[in-house]
């Protein structure tokens, strides 16, 4: 499953931004979809999950209250709100997938948990 995520741009501190995932020529409503940030000379970070529909959510602790995921299986999109951005949210941002069982296994939160990824988005936030 090839992911491709887009939306990332320069945006001020306080402000709003959507990114978008999806996987062109494939429905990804099998897979669990999941979010990633990484920043300069950090490790990749756990953002955000959802389950195959979108009922089942999960997020860090650092973005919860902020950012939101939601999918459209119909339209084959992924998204995540992110609101009330601050300077510590500049990162390129990636989606990535992972089957079913490993969300419902509670696997969402590391990266190796992930065998598909989308190239990544960046996202700046000036303060």
């Known amino acids: 499953v090839q992911l491709q995520a887009s939306g990332g741009g320069v945006v001020q501190a306080g402000d709003s931004l959507r990114l978008s995932c999806t996987a062109p020529?494939?429905?990804?409503?099998?897979?669990?979809l999941g979010w990633f940030r990484r920043s300069p000379g950090q490790e990749r970070e756990f953002v955000a999950a959802?389950?195959?529909?979108?009922?089942?959510?999960r997020s860090s602790d650092s973005v919860k209250g902020r950012f939101t995921t939601s999918r459209d299986n119909t339209k084959n999109m992924v998204y995540l709100q992110m609101n009330s951005l601050k300077s510590e949210d500049t990162a390129v941002y990636y989606c990535?997938?992972?089957?079913?069982?490993?969300?419902?296994?509670?696997?969402?939160?590391?990266?190796?948990?992930?065998?598909?990824w989308g190239q990544g988005t960046q996202v700046t936030v000036s303060s």
């Open positions: 959802a389950n195959w529909s979108g009922e089942s959510t």
């Open positions: 990535a997938a992972q089957f079913q069982i490993r969300y419902y296994n509670g696997d969402s939160y590391s990266p190796e948990d992930y065998p598909y």
């Open positions: 020529g494939r429905t990804f409503g099998n897979y669990a």
